[in-house]
């Protein structure tokens, strides 16, 4: 039992370095484009691809990127079932959708007049 509980704090204090590398190694990627404007700009750009390269890495080897991944790779294998519909049913579906569309407008624009041409009446207004 006890040696469970020391397993899990080292592995607790690992997740804890390996964030904190990242925060740093982030904070040098701002302040070091800050700091760094006279470089040329390739070198900047090449500097902060590789580091952002490594938190990548780093964060691949955390449990929440460990936690990511596994939730992407399961999210690929849903979309690989997903059936998707013809270009011919697309079309169709669109088409009633268009036309439904137009029938609704058609009849609030319709209701819009009666109740324009009814509160006129009930107020004297004249349009």
Not at 40 to 59: D, K, P, S, T
Request: charged residues 15%; aromatic residues 10%.
């Amino acid at each position: 039992m006890n040696i469970n509980i020391k397993r899990q704090k080292k592995k607790n204090s690992a997740e804890k370095i390996k964030w904190f590398v990242i925060s740093i190694l982030l904070i040098i990627a701002v302040v070091g484009n800050y700091f760094f404007q006279n470089l040329q700009v390739l070198l900047r750009v090449v500097l902060n691809i590789l580091i952002i390269i490594i938190i990548g890495i780093m964060f691949i080897i955390t449990k929440k990127g460990q936690t990511l991944i596994t939730f992407a790779q399961a999210a690929h294998n849903e979309m690989r079932q997903v059936i998707w519909p013809t270009r011919q049913e697309t079309l169709h579906t669109a088409l009633i959708i268009i036309a439904v569309t137009a029938i609704a407008s058609l009849i609030l624009w319709g209701l819009d007049g009666i109740f324009i041409r009814m509160i006129s009446f009930i107020t004297s207004l004249r349009f």
